[in-house]
Nanobody
Framework: QVQLRESGGGLAQAGGSLRLSCAVS????????MAWFRQTPGKERDLVAA????????YYADSVKGRFTISRDTNKYTAYLQMNNLKPEDTALYYC????????????????????WGQGTQVAVSS
């Protein structure tokens, strides 16, 4: 069984920073692509950033480019989302997602392509 445990959400002021963490708990040695999505009430869950198993490939939504950085630990089972220069429009429930991959440089773009999900962590940015 695979479980994702998120941490690091909270309240920040506009222009401030937060770092989200997501740890994958698994009993296998599978490789996982990981991603961060966010969702606000009444809206769809949107991809924020994704990273391949080998961390050589990554993706950012246009809205966060230059401000957010996705990375993963050397053990590869923990992913981070460093969020700088936060804006009120970044306020959302952030979800970590993971999916086992065969190829180390692969990541996915759509929420239905990820099998495993965290419980979500709230990020609120005040103006």
């Amino acid at each position: 069984q695979v479980q994702l445990r998120e941490s690091g959400g909270g309240l920040a002021q506009a222009g401030g920073s937060l770092r989200l963490s997501c740890a994958v708990s698994t009993r296998t040695d599978a490789k996982y692509a990981m991603a961060w999505f966010r969702q606000t009430p009444g809206k769809e869950r949107d991809l924020v950033a994704a990273i391949s198993w080998n961390a050589e490939e990554s993706y950012y939504a246009d809205s966060v480019k230059g401000r957010f950085t996705i990375s993963r630990d050397t053990n590869k089972y923990t992913a981070y989302l460093q969020m700088n220069n936060l804006k009120p429009e970044d306020t959302a429930l952030y979800y970590c997602a993971a999916h086992a991959v065969q190829y180390s440089s692969l990541y996915y773009m759509r929420d239905y392509e990820y099998r495993y999900w965290g419980q979500g962590t709230q990020v609120a940015v005040s103006s």
